[in-house]
T-cell receptor, first 113, second 112 residues
Framework: EAQVTQNPRYLITVTGKKLTVTCSQNMNHEYMSWYRQDPGLGLRQIYY???????DKGDVPEGYKVSRKEKRNFPLILESPSPNQTSLYFCASSDGPAKGEAFFGQGTRLTVV | GQNIDQPTEMTATEGAIVQINCTYQ??????LFWYQQHAGEAPTFLSY????GLEEKGRFSSFLSRSKGYSYLLLKELQMKDSASYLC?????????????FGRGTQLTVWP
């Protein structure tokens, strides 16, 4: 079954404690993205990657890091989380930004206290 | 970023037809997508337009006019389960890698 798997689904953490949200896809997609979704603001892109070792900033990259060492995995790293990073996060993958539908992970609801 | 506008909220009754509009401004248009998102869930793909005209898929249709920077999603024979947020997204090849930009979504409520 084609899918994008994100973990964890829910996470409550404290300010400054490094965390990683994992994302894995089984469709051999080249393009992967991370979004955050906040009420009234819609989906905003954090980082995206066109292929292994090729990443670029989206609209809201501050406070986040990503890596793409393997095609299937695209983890999102928060080195020092702050309360303003409390949000719903989605990972997505596709053949390209205009090459067909994007498949989204189930979402990670992160709360930073 | 790109400027993508769509209404914040819409309401309609079961069995009716509703049209959700989306306007956009982009430097390197490369396609327009519509996604459906139920509360607390991931977005799911509905349609993709890259050329002008109407794409029909069952009860859902999507229209694109590139010269006007305009698209709409048409939902026919509305059902209660169609209550969701509908996201317009534009692909832009302006940057090196190309990007997908989302509008803020239109929350559709279907009443019985």
């Amino acid at each position: 079954e084609a899918q994008v798997t994100q973990n964890p689904r829910y996470l409550i953490t404290v300010t400054g404690k490094k965390l990683t949200v994992t994302c894995s896809q089984n469709m051999n997609h080249e393009y992967m993205s991370w979004y955050r979704q906040d009420p009234g603001l819609g989906l905003r892109q954090i980082y995206y990657s066109m292929n292994v070792e090729v990443t670029d900033k989206g609209d809201v990259p501050e406070g986040y890091k990503v890596s793409r060492k393997e095609k299937r995995n695209f983890p999102l790293i928060l080195e020092s989380p702050s309360p303003n990073q409390t949000s719903l996060y989605f990972c997505a993958s596709s053949d390209g930004p205009a090459k067909g539908e994007a498949f989204f992970g189930q979402g990670t609801r992160l709360t930073v206290v | 970023g790109q400027n993508i506008d769509q209404p914040t909220e819409m309401t309609a009754t079961e069995g009716a037809i509703v049209q959700i509009n989306c306007t956009y401004q982009t430097s390197g248009f490369n396609g327009l997508f519509w996604y459906q998102q139920h509360a607390g869930e991931a977005p799911t793909f509905l349609s993709y337009n890259v050329l002008d005209g109407l794409e029909e898929k069952g009860r859902f249709s999507s229209f694109l006019s590139r010269s006007k920077g305009y698209s709409y999603l048409l939902l026919k024979e509305l059902q209660m389960k169609d209550s969701a947020s509908y996201l317009c997204a534009v692909s832009d090849r302006g940057s090196t890698l190309g990007r997908l930009y989302f509008g803020r979504g239109t929350q559709l409520t279907v009443w019985p």
